[in-house]
């Protein structure tokens, strides 16, 4: 086989306009190529967005976003990693969505999400909406319950939606713990704000066992105090990283579907992703990036930007 340059393409040598977008400007490996086993951790787009219940648009996330992640280089300026010579990273392209077949939908990510667990590639995923991430867990959390820190100003654990549909981007937590994707008692959700149907979710997450640590109390606590917790609940267990942009709060994203406002600034959503450092992470995502209510492309840089982040928790072992 010929080899790949696993290096990202540098701003220097061609203008971050110019040639093919991937994300970050690294090589596409496809899922079905030969060098797929090299691949450490892979970047996968999910333009899938059927579980979307008001402002349609996360189908269109990934391109988005790989076009803005042009701007990313090589390190980290404030943690000064480099995670491209960290480990192989890829983008491994896109999942093909059937934007109209729910079921289909969801086994077509799973699918593909299997064939990178079984190439031993640690997923870093962009969606889509957060429905999204429930088929990553299914592939991710094949063998066993994983653990899992959610960054997001909902809890997605409702059960269902208009008369008992069961899969929408308000419920994938709760098919994930009913499935045994998750263990509830290693799961922290940070951020939870806004006005709300009824307590349903909160009951659930308390009977559950899941820890949900509200924006009032987050800023209350400060980033330090609340991710030392959520260290210490997740442990060294195996973790997966679910985030929302509408973490956000939407005057510094306002590209997405079901934005709540009161939530953190973009210093302060990089910052609690730094603190995950030192946790046994097996794979993230970045979901709900809606580019038709991003009129100058700034949640998707943010977005962009948060999955640089993630990648380089990724690449600290």
Same mark, same amino acid.
């Given at each position: 086989?010929?080899?790949?340059?696993?290096?990202?393409?540098? *701003?220097?040598?061609?203008? #971050?306009?110019?040639?093919?977008?991937?994300?970050?400007?690294?090589?596409?490996?496809?899922?079905?190529?030969?060098?797929?086993?090299?691949?450490?951790?892979?970047?996968?787009?999910?333009?899938?967005?059927?579980?979307?219940?008001?402002?349609?648009?996360?189908?269109?996330?990934? #391109? +988005?976003?790989?076009?803005?992640?042009?701007?990313?280089?090589?390190?980290?300026?404030?943690?000064?990693?480099?995670?491209?010579?960290?480990?192989?990273?890829?983008?491994?392209?896109?999942?093909?969505?059937?934007?109209?077949?729910?079921?289909?939908?969801?086994?077509?990510? +799973? +699918?593909?999400?299997?064939?990178?667990?079984?190439?031993?590639?640690?997923?870093?995923?962009?969606?889509?909406?957060?429905? =999204?991430?429930?088929?990553?867990?299914?592939?991710?959390?094949?063998?066993?319950?994983?653990?899992?820190?959610?960054?997001?100003?909902?809890?997605?654990? @409702?059960?269902?939606? @208009?008369?008992?549909?069961?899969?929408?981007?308000?419920?994938?937590?709760?098919?994930?713990?009913?499935?045994?994707?998750?263990?509830?008692?290693?799961?922290? +959700?940070?951020?939870?704000?806004?006005?709300?149907?009824?307590?349903?979710?909160?009951?659930?997450?308390?009977?559950?066992?899941? #820890?949900?640590?509200?924006?009032?109390? @987050?800023?209350?606590?400060?980033?330090?105090?609340?991710?030392?917790?959520?260290?210490?609940?997740?442990?060294?267990?195996? =973790?997966?990283?679910?985030?929302?942009?509408?973490?956000?709060?939407?005057?510094?994203?306002? *590209?997405?579907?079901?934005?709540?406002? *009161?939530?953190?600034?973009?210093?302060?959503?990089?910052?609690?992703?730094?603190?995950?450092?030192?946790?046994?992470?097996?794979?993230?995502?970045?979901?709900?990036?809606?580019?038709?209510?991003?009129?100058?492309?700034?949640?998707?840089?943010?977005?962009?930007?948060?999955? @640089?982040?993630?990648? =380089?928790?990724?690449?600290?072992?």
């Amino acid at each position: 086989m010929e080899p790949i340059d696993y290096t990202p393409v540098s *701003g220097m040598d061609l203008p #971050r306009f110019a040639g093919i977008p991937t994300f970050m400007r690294l090589p596409h490996v496809p899922i079905t190529s030969d060098h797929l086993s090299e691949v450490d951790i892979g970047l996968i787009g999910i333009p899938w967005d059927s579980g979307t219940t008001n402002r349609p648009g996360p189908r269109h996330g990934p #391109r +988005q976003l790989r076009d803005l992640s042009t701007m990313i280089r090589a390190e980290n300026g404030a943690t000064g990693v480099r995670p491209f010579e960290a480990a192989k990273c890829a983008d491994l392209g896109d999942v093909s969505p059937n934007p109209v077949d729910m079921e289909d939908g969801l086994n077509r990510v +799973q +699918q593909f999400l299997a064939k990178a667990k079984a190439a031993n590639v640690k997923p870093l995923t962009a969606g889509g909406d957060h429905l =999204c991430s429930l088929p990553v867990l299914r592939a991710v959390a094949a063998d066993a319950p994983v653990a899992m820190v959610h960054f997001d100003s909902h809890t997605d654990l @409702f059960d269902s939606y @208009f008369g008992g549909n069961k899969y929408t981007h308000g419920t994938p937590f709760r098919r994930a713990v009913e499935e045994n994707l998750l263990d509830p008692k290693k799961v922290v +959700q940070i951020g939870i704000r806004g006005t709300a149907y009824d307590r349903e979710d909160i009951d659930f997450a308390r009977a559950a066992g899941i #820890r949900i640590i509200r924006i009032e109390e @987050f800023f209350q606590r400060g980033i330090e105090d609340v991710m030392a917790e959520a260290r210490e609940i997740v442990g060294t267990a195996p =973790c997966y990283v679910s985030y929302d942009i509408d973490f956000v709060d939407p005057t510094f994203a306002p *590209g997405t579907g079901t934005p709540e406002v *009161g939530g953190p600034n973009s210093f302060q959503a990089i910052q609690v992703v730094r603190e995950l450092k030192g946790l046994n992470l097996i794979g993230a995502d970045l979901v709900e990036v809606s580019p038709p209510f991003d009129m100058n492309g700034m949640t998707a840089w943010l977005g962009a930007s948060l999955m @640089f982040e993630l990648l =380089c928790v990724m690449t600290q072992v």
